[in-house]
């Protein structure tokens, strides 16, 4: 593919600039600050889009180049070739608009993948590689090669990375690293112990032992409440027998009460009696001494007037007298005394005993009130005793149960949270592994990309950079070597390899472009862009490096940027055949 002709309606600095081009080589003239490097820049964005991503910058690509002029339109066109067809690619930076036309003017832009952040991929697509290769490639930017701004442990560092793997800016040797220590640091091995993944599967098995505690502690609670459910039927059996144990023994004393009072009143029923029948007795004594003393005052009265009267009849009241002693004391027997209603006594402690078990069964119902009619209180009292006792263990047993059941059911709590933090710790292991078994991958493909790079391309790469050298720098080095201990060793034109770093400065410079021409090779239909990229190159190095040029634009359009007449008369002096372009 090579570029055909670019339209600027405002790109940075440039504004409604039209420029042409032809195939081979182009040298792009202009002063400093006249937009050399930004038309660089326009055309990379024409083929690939522009990015509104920072990437680590301080502003972003489509911010860094906005029109100076706050009228100008944000874009342009391009017009490219690309085997035998011809395509206008028009782009609106400002809009996010974008159009592809085929020579018939025909819109075609549906042929072309599309990027939501960048357009039309038409780079892609026409040249076969992405923005980054075309970057690292393609384009070889100002003080790329400058030794006053690149170290030479730098520049033969990047010489290494295209060895490695044809791109200056990519390691293996660095990648394979990061990635070991990805994998030794931030994911962890088995050799680690102090590491993500180390401390996750602790982690992970402590929960996981944690929830099967957890389990136990389910089925030690279950086993808790079991108990303590039998352990209050015990305590409110024990409590019901305590209290019915009260209630008889209430019962009872209310009856031995009852049975003390009626007792009493039996015996003091007796007692009125027993004095009634004294005061009876007394009486009737009284009554006889008195009958009888009248009894016999009468007889002496008259036995008295009968001696007066008549003494043959004396005889009859000494007769009558001993009569009426006789008659009045047997008399006297046979009166009794008043008898006073007393009840039996048999009868009374019968009807409360009736009436103690009728309040038993009442109080305490069911069968056993049967058995506490017979027992005494003193027995009650002491099996009372006994029963609280056994309430008082079993109460402590329930307390305790009941703490524990507490503190497990607390401890429970905590296991859906402990659950949660599980599958959080498990996913996040899951992620780790998911993202070691990603870097394993990386290892592996990369150890066999870079492994297939060395059978495939790298010989191809080394014979092209040693054709390169061999032509660049006049036959004075011939070959250029690559360790497996990462060091570039150089022949020279006798045999002797010399390290790299043994080089001048000039040479070192030289040898890197060496090696991003051999990086280009196989890269014959991407036009190639060097801006003021030969500034410190001396006559003669530029002067060969001008002749291979002239040699690869055949197949790859080369367009050189420079503010200096030195391409241009090395480009005459060798009679290469060239289109300058006036950046006016």
Known sequence: MFIKEVQVNG??????????????????????????????????????????????????????????????????????ESEGHEYKIHREFHKGKFSIYDEADNDITKSFEIDKSRGAMVGDKLLGIDEFTFQNVAVVGQGKVRLDLLSQKDIIQKMINLSQTGDEDFSYTDVRRKLDRILQDEIGTDRTTTKPKNILKKEVKALKSAILDFDKKRKNLQSSIINNDKLAERKTD?????????????????????????????????DVQREEQRNFEKSIRLKKIIDNSLIIIANIVLLVFTLIYNPILSIIPVVLSSLALVLNNKLSYRISAPKVEIEDFDLIIAQLKKQEREKIIKEVGGESAEKYTEVDVDKLKQEIGILENQLDGINYDIQRNTIEIKNMEHDLLKEKETKDLLADKSMKLGELEEKEKMVLLAIEKLDEAYSKYKMQVMPKFTESLRTIVSKITSGKYTDVRYTDKNEILIQEEYGNLVPAEALSYGTIDQM???????????????????????????EDRLSEIIKYISEIAKDNQVIIFSCSDREEKLLKDNNVTYKKVEMV
């Open 11 to 80: 790109y940075g600095k440039l504004a409604d600039k039209k420029l042409e081009f032809d195939k081979g080589i182009n040298l792009v003239y202009g002063d400093n600050e006249s937009g050399k490097s930004t038309l660089a820049r326009f055309i990379k964005c024409m083929l690939f889009g522009t990015s509104k991503n920072k990437n680590g910058e301080a502003i972003s690509e489509y911010e860094a180049f906005k029109p100076w002029g706050s009228q100008t339109a944000y874009g342009g066109d391009m017009v490219v």
């Open 238 to 270: 024990i409590v019901k027998k305590i209290s019915d144990s009260k209630k008889v023994i209430e019962v009872k004393e209310q009856t031995e009460k009852e049975y003390k009072y009626e007792k009493a009143r039996y015996d003091a029923k007796l």
């Open 512 to 538: 890197y472009m060496c090696f991003r021409l051999a990086a280009l090779d196989k890269y014959s239909s991407v036009p190639i862009m060097l801006d003021e990229t030969f500034a410190y190159f001396d």
